[in-house]
C-alpha cells in the first residue's frame, strides 16, 4: 500500500503554504445584504481568504497542521508555526465569526465548510499551542449549526459535491466524540433514519463534477457508527454483489480529461477521497473477509490515478493535497 513519508508530507506542506495566504483568485460565498458587504474578501474572512475558497482554506489549514504534529521536523516547521501564531488568534477567530452572524449566512457553507472548521478544530487541540483555544468558539457555532439542521433535515443529500451529508457527518462525529455527546446521538439517529434500511446501491457514479462517493461515504459513516458487529451485515445488504466486483463503478478510477476545468479537475478529489473511504471500509470488515483485498487494490488504482496530479493546475492544487493526506493518512 501507499503510504505518506516525510518526502511527500514536506512536498504537501510546501504547496499548500504556497497558496494558503493567497488572496486572488478567490470566490466568495456571499449573499449582499447592503453596499456595506461591498468589502475584500480578507476583510470577510480575516483567517481564511487564502486557498481560492473559505472551505478550502480551512482544510488547508488543517493539513498543514496535521502534517506538522506528525512530521514536527518538517522543513516548513517553523513557517506553519509562525503563521499559525499570526492567523489563529481570538481577534480574528471573531471577525469569522462576525460574518456568520451576519443576516442570509445561516446556509453559509453547509455542510461541507462546517464539518471542516470542526476537523480543523479537532486537529488544533492536539497541538501543545493557543490555537485550538482560539477557533473554540467557532467551533461552538458551527456545531450548534449541525444541531439546528440536522433534525430538519427531512432527507438525505447523497450528491458527490460539497453538499453530501454523509461526508460532513464522518467530519463532524470525530470531532463531537468527547466534545458533544449530544451531536452525536443526533448524528447517529439521523444517520440510522437516512441510510439504515439502504440495499442494493446501484452506485450511479461518478457524476461529471464529483469528488465525492455519495456510495462510499455513506458506507464509511456507517462503519464509523454502526457497533463493528452490526456494520458487516449492514454492508452486505447494501452492496451484495461487491464480492463480483459490482458495481464497477466503485473500482474504476474517475477518468478526468481537462485539469485546467475546477469542475472536472473535482475528479481527482473522487479518486482520492474514495481511496480513503475503501481503506476505512476495509478496516471495519472482519479479518479475511474475501472483499478485503479487492478493495484494497482499487485503493491502490484510485491512487495512482490522482496521486500525481496534486499539483500543476491551480485549480486542483489550491485543495487537492488535503483528500491526498486524507487518503494516505485519515483516520
Not at 449582499?32 to 487564502?50: C, K, R, S, T, W
Not at 462525529?173 to 441510510?195: K, S, T, Y
Not at 476545468?261 to 474514495?274: C, E, V, W
Not at 490515478?305 to 500543476?312: D, E, I, N, W
Request: charge should be negative; glycine fraction near 8%.
Amino acid at each position: 500500500m501507499t503510504h505518506l513519508t516525510a518526502h511527500i508530507a514536506a512536498r504537501f506542506a510546501g504547496l499548500t503554504l504556497s497558496h494558503l495566504g493567497r488572496r486572488y483568485p478567490f470566490k466568495m460565498d456571499l449573499v449582499y445584504n447592503g453596499p456595506e458587504d461591498v468589502l475584500e474578501p480578507a476583510e470577510h474572512h480575516p483567517i481564511f481568504h487564502g486557498s481560492f475558497d473559505w472551505h478550502s482554506c480551512v482544510h488547508g489549514w488543517w493539513q498543514v497542521m496535521r502534517l506538522l504534529r506528525l512530521y514536527p521536523d518538517l522543513p516548513q516547521a517553523a513557517e506553519i508555526r509562525a503563521r499559525a501564531d499570526a492567523m489563529l488568534v481570538p481577534d480574528k477567530a471573531a471577525g469569522e465569526r462576525a460574518y456568520l452572524a451576519r443576516p442570509m449566512s445561516s446556509g453559509f457553507e453547509r455542510p461541507y465548510g462546517w464539518a471542516w472548521l470542526l476537523a480543523l478544530h479537532a486537529e488544533l487541540e492536539r497541538h501543545a499551542a493557543p490555537w485550538a483555544a482560539a477557533l473554540a468558539p467557532l467551533a461552538r457555532d458551527f456545531a450548534g449549526r449541525f444541531h439546528a439542521f440536522l433534525p430538519k433535515l427531512t432527507y438525505p443529500l447523497r450528491v458527490g459535491t460539497h453538499f453530501n451529508i454523509a461526508f460532513a457527518l464522518i467530519l463532524a462525529d470525530g470531532w463531537a466524540a468527547g466534545r458533544d455527546e449530544a451531536l452525536r446521538v443526533l448524528i447517529r439517529e439521523r444517520a440510522l433514519h437516512w441510510f439504515g434500511n439502504d440495499r442494493d446501491c446501484q452506485a450511479w457514479e461518478p457524476g461529471g463534477d464529483e469528488f465525492l462517493s455519495p456510495a462510499l461515504c455513506e458506507a464509511l459513516l456507517m462503519s464509523r457508527l454502526l457497533p463493528r458487529s452490526d456494520f458487516p451485515a449492514w454492508f452486505d445488504g447494501f452492496l451484495p454483489r461487491l464480492r463480483d466486483g459490482e458495481p464497477a463503478s466503485l473500482f474504476t478510477p474517475a477518468i478526468v480529461s481537462d485539469r485546467s476545468d475546477g469542475k472536472i479537475a473535482h475528479l481527482d478529489g473522487l479518486n482520492l477521497s474514495r481511496a480513503w473511504c475503501w481503506q476505512g471500509i476495509a478496516a471495519a470488515l472482519p479479518q479475511g473477509d474475501e472483499r478485503i483485498a479487492p478493495i484494497l487494490a482499487a485503493t491502490e488504482r484510485h491512487l495512482a490515478a490522482s496521486l500525481p496530479h496534486v499539483a500543476g493546475d491551480y485549480m486542483g492544487e489550491h485543495w487537492l493535497a488535503s483528500f491526498a493526506l486524507l487518503a494516505l493518512d485519515g483516520d
